[in-house]
């Protein structure tokens, strides 16, 4: 079973900057890669961004790039989702996945363990 335990939400002016972590259980997290999503009330859950177990390859949904940066330290079990230039409608709650199973990097369902999440608003 691997835990995972997010960090680093809050309550931010749109235009601003937050930076979430994950740190992962387990002594296999460099086999992983690792997912970002996000679900606003009322809303879908939703892809933010994907890294690959070694950090080489990074994805984003097209609502984030540019301004969302997704990186992982695997001495540290953690991977970290630096969100820039904050806006209103990225106020959500975050949740990292770890993703083992081949399959799309952006469909929920092939994402294996998940953590609780951390809430991120943003104010106008």
């Known amino acids: 079973q691997v835990q995972l335990v997010e960090s680093g939400g809050g309550l931010v002016q749109a235009g601003g900057s937050l930076r979430l972590s994950c740190v992962t259980s387990?002594?296999?997290?460099?086999?992983?890669?690792m997912g970002w999503f996000r679900q606003a009330p009322g809303k879908e859950r939703e892809f933010v961004a994907y890294?690959?177990?070694?950090?080489?390859?990074?994805l984003y949904a097209d609502s984030v790039k540019g301004r969302f940066t997704i990186s992982r330290d695997n001495a540290k079990n953690t991977v970290y989702l630096q969100m820039n230039s904050l806006k209103p409608e990225d106020t959500a709650v975050y949740s990292c996945?770890?993703?083992?199973?081949?399959?799309?990097?952006?469909?929920?369902?092939?994402?294996?363990?998940w953590g609780q999440g951390t809430q991120v608003t943003v104010s106008s």
């Open positions: 996945a770890v993703k083992r199973r081949s399959g799309s990097y952006f469909a929920a369902e092939y994402y294996d363990y």
């Open positions: 890294v690959s177990s070694t950090g080489g390859t990074t």
């Open positions: 387990g002594r296999t997290f460099s086999t992983y890669a």
